[in-house]
């Protein structure tokens, strides 16, 4: 599931990943909260988690404990009342605030933007509605993919001073169409920026009040605020998220939030986010019109701001609709999924980069339906870099395919740990080591999209350019859907 999502510059620190810290004895906890705690644990001691779990079910908790570190620094441990950022989880939140306002009669889904905001060129507001905004079907560019311009563009060019809305709104969410509106669907960021600006607009009131008093006040989400109005805001007790670099942790440096806003500017505890999940089910909250449009799956498995699948996690793997969001922001990663058929709701969120939350999630369900749930296995990643430190980059395909064969149940083989340690690689500059562990992957997983771009970005680091242009091309003839791979290639000079 896509998300918003920066690649920063860091501060390194010297600090080991794991610690057997968490916030509560599993003695203390009951049969149930036992067995959801013991499965995070085993996550949290593979190195594959550390943050908060909130699981709901019935309307009781039976699982809110923090593992590891919320500073690392600091050596503050991750508990109940941690704050962490909610990213694009965010989206969640603006898109229900939209639908409060539909419900007074203050906003239309089908009114088009340029009718909204009188400044926004109507060539393409004129085709663009609320609810394209909202379901990620206007074909209106992410910023973060603009043409030419590209992800580590649009880092370079914010920079850290706060940027007013009106000029954000023109420079970067403005753009041509990439698609008709409502023929395809397309993650965009620029889209709920600009849902931020037309609920400025019809209320008269900043984003973040309107938000406040639509639903942070009634869910009595007290210790939950979003950011867009004051991106430089100090926040007590709220963890800066870090990256896993294999033997360290980076955090970031200052970052201009402004540019988030209405995209993915929220944070706060995660027992907020399920007074979050007890208000959308008030009758009185939203209307049944609204509930449906937010939660009735369309193009790309998307509703009005909530992806909607469904999941084989009911008893005997019966299908259930899950309705969730994905955010990525600052190395934190947070998913919110909630099962209104089961009466359950579940907020994972990890302060140190990427995790595989959604096998957690299918764990803890999998106990909840009476299933012995899969438990984690290490990364081979930590087998690669002792071979690596041991003999080099040229040894790294070689021990792969050794552990492969001789230990293929012992490790966790997936193609998305091979590419996070060859990202790991590439920011520490180890380019030769890094463009190894990229080849292993696309020779391990040939029809990845996400695994050739990888390749690419290794190839174009170096300088080989022809290479990577190739590795790019096959991105998008497996992966139509890729958007770093048309842009690099247009940095490479190739139309």
Not at 106 to 114: E, I, P, T
Not at 429 to 458: H, K, Y
Request: glycine residues 8%; neutral net charge.
């Amino acid at each position: 599931m896509p998300c918003l999502a920066f690649r920063l510059r860091s501060a390194t620190l010297a600090l080991p990943l794991l610690v057997n810290l968490t916030v509560a004895k599993a003695a203390d906890l009951p049969p149930t909260a036992k067995a959801l705690d013991a499965l995070v644990a085993s996550y949290h001691a593979a190195g594959q988690f550390n943050g908060n779990v909130l699981v709901v079910k019935d309307g009781a908790i039976l699982l809110e404990k923090g593992y590891g570190l919320a500073s690392f620094e600091q050596r503050v441990p991750n508990a109940p009342d941690t704050k962490h950022w909610f990213a694009s989880v965010s989206k969640t939140f603006t898109a229900t605030t939209v639908m409060r306002l539909v419900d007074r009669g203050l906003l239309r889904l089908d009114a088009h933007v340029s009718d909204l905001l009188p400044d926004y060129r109507r060539d393409t507001g004129q085709r663009v509605t609320v609810r394209m905004l909202l379901n990620h079907t206007s074909g209106i560019p992410d910023y973060m993919h603009l043409p030419d311009v590209g992800r580590e563009g649009f880092t370079r060019q914010v920079g850290e001073d706060p940027i007013e809305l009106k000029t954000f709104v023109k420079r970067w969410c403005s753009a041509d169409l990439a698609f008709e509106p409502g023929s395809r669907w397309s993650y965009s960021n620029s889209g709920y920026v600009l849902l931020g600006a037309i609920i400025e607009t019809v209320t008269g009131k900043p984003f973040a009040q309107v938000v406040r008093e639509e639903i942070l006040e009634p869910a009595g989400m007290k210790d939950t605020r979003d950011l867009a109005g004051d991106p430089r805001a100090v926040v007590e007790g709220l963890t800066p998220g870090y990256e896993n670099r294999g033997t360290r942790l980076v955090t970031r440096r200052p970052w201009n939030l402004s540019t988030v806003y209405a995209a993915g500017g929220m944070v706060g505890p995660l027992r907020d986010l399920e007074r979050f999940d007890r208000i959308l089910e008030r009758p009185d909250f939203l209307s049944a019109t609204s509930r449906a449009a937010m939660f009735t799956e369309g193009l790309g498995h998307w509703g009005c701001g909530w992806e909607v699948r469904q999941l084989p996690i009911g008893p005997d793997k019966a299908l259930r609709t899950v309705l969730g969001h994905e955010g990525y922001l600052f190395w934190t990663l947070a998913r919110i999924y909630r099962v209104p058929e089961e009466r359950l709701f579940i907020a994972l969120i990890n302060n140190t980069g990427d995790a595989p939350l959604p096998k957690l999630f299918e764990g803890l369900t999998d106990l909840l339906a009476g299933r012995t749930p899969v438990t984690p296995k290490p990364y081979v990643s930590r087998a690669l870099r002792l071979a690596l430190e041991a003999k080099g980059p040229e040894h790294l395909a070689a021990r792969y395919q050794e552990l492969k064969t001789k230990e293929g149940q012992a490790w966790d083989f997936s193609e998305r740990v091979l590419n996070g340690f060859g990202y790991e690689l590439l920011e520490e500059r180890r380019l030769e080591a890094a463009l190894a562990a990229f080849r292993i992957n696309v020779q391990a997983f040939p029809e990845s999209g996400n695994a050739w771009d990888s390749l690419g970005e290794g190839l174009a680091t170096l300088g080989r350019k022809p290479e990577a242009i190739q590795a790019y091309r096959r991105a998008v003839s497996l992966d139509p859907s890729n958007k770093n791979a048309p842009d690099m290639l247009k940095r490479l000079g190739v139309d």
